[in-house]
């Protein structure tokens, strides 16, 4: 049974980091790539961040680069989302997602494993 499982969210202020962390089990985690998506209030799911099988490539939406920094740990079988210089702007629902082949897909629907999300509130 696939499960991604988000942490490390919470309530920050504007300037602020969070580390979000997400674990998976189930399936061949080093044979995907992962990635990092999110989702404001009335808004739609959107890309945030994206690394390849061993974490040589990565790929950023354009208002979070220079801010955000994704990792993996093969071993761990857990994909990383440091956030730094937060800005309210950046509150929403933060997804994990597994999609398979070697591409850096920006769109949701490559993706073929979710988790369920974690709550990530910046404050002005």
């Known amino acids: 049974q696939v499960q991604l499982v988000e942490s490390g969210g919470g309530l920050a202020q504007a300037g602020g980091s969070l580390r979000l962390s997400c674990a998976a089990s189930?399936?061949?985690?080093?044979?995907?790539?992962m990635g990092w998506f999110r989702q404001a209030p009335g808004k739609e799911r959107e890309f945030v961040s994206a690394?390849?099988?061993?974490?040589?490539?990565?790929s950023y939406k354009d208002s979070v680069k220079g801010r955000f920094t994704i990792s993996r740990d093969n071993a761990k079988t857990t994909v990383y989302l440091q956030m730094n210089s937060l800005k309210p702007d950046d509150t929403a629902v933060y997804y994990c997602?597994?999609?398979?082949?070697?591409?850096?897909?920006?769109?949701?629907?490559?993706?073929?494993?979710w988790g369920q999300g974690t709550q990530v509130t910046v404050s002005s």
């Open positions: 690394i390849s099988w061993g974490g040589g490539r990565t």
């Open positions: 997602a597994a999609a398979p082949g070697t591409q850096l897909p920006i769109s949701a629907g490559a993706y073929a494993y």
């Open positions: 189930g399936y061949i985690f080093s044979r995907h790539v």
